[in-house]
Structure formats: structure tokens, C-alpha cells
Nanobody, 121 residues
Framework: VQLQASGGGSVQAGGSLRLSCKLS????????IGWFRQAPGKEREWVSC??????FHAASVKGRFTISRDNAKNTDYLQMNSLNPEDTAIYYC?????????????????WGQGTLVTVSS
């Protein structure tokens, strides 16, 4: 399984970005895609995820971030609105085979390379 994350960039506070995570090399409908982020000097943390049941978000982004899936393109999207400087981080998407959404990094066996999001005040 390969994941390619893209869409990061620099925005001002209050702005929006949409991250993409393109998947390849898998053949199952039972999987979850998780989004995690790692800010400078901090541990990687769970942000959002999507599985066959729907999407789920951390409290810190709920109401601002949404996640969607385009099955035809094998691509998941993380739409980030009302960004603030605390959202500055490298964002990673990860693939979990035969799992529902999980906040635990260890449940995801494949990771994309990360894409940098910088939010200025």
C-alpha cells in the first residue's frame, strides 16, 4: 500500500486548505484512513479518520475540519477551515487494514510522507 499526501502550504489565520491522500496498491473495502499531525517539538497526534461508518475528528478540530473520500480516485481529502497558528504541523495520512477508525498510530501499517501546513497569525 502506498499513500501520497499533498496540499499543504502557508495560509493566514482564518484561512482554509484541503489536503489530499492518494492511495494505491490495496484491494479491500475494510480499512480506515487516519490523519495525524506533528507540530515542531511535539508528539504526533491524531486529527481525523474515516472508515466505512463515517468520519471522526479530534476535539481540537471538530467543527473546522471535515474528511471525505472519493472512491473513484482512491483519494481521501481533509478539508481544513478556520485555521489557526496552533494547526501548524506536518500532516500525515495513514492506512489501517481491517480496522475501523483508531486514534492509535500503531493501528496504521502504512504512512504517507507528510505535507507541511503553516498558519501565520
Amino acid at each position: 500500500v502506498q499513500l501520497q499526501a499533498s496540499g499543504g502550504g502557508s495560509v493566514q489565520a482564518g484561512g482554509s486548505l484541503r489536503l489530499s491522500c492518494k492511495l494505491s496498491g490495496f484491494s479491500t473495502d475494510y480499512y480506515a484512513i487516519g490523519w495525524f499531525r506533528q507540530a515542531p517539538g511535539k508528539e504526533r497526534e491524531w486529527v481525523s479518520c474515516i472508515d466505512s461508518r463515517g468520519s471522526f475528528h479530534a476535539a481540537s478540530v471538530k467543527g473546522r475540519f471535515t474528511i471525505s473520500r472519493d472512491n473513484a480516485k482512491n483519494t481521501d481529502y481533509l478539508q481544513m477551515n478556520s485555521l489557526n497558528p496552533e494547526d501548524t504541523a506536518i500532516y500525515y495520512c495513514a492506512f489501517g487494514h481491517r480496522i475501523y477508525c483508531s486514534e492509535s498510530m500503531s493501528d496504521y501499517g502504512f504512512w504517507g510522507q507528510g505535507t507541511l501546513v503553516t498558519v501565520s497569525s
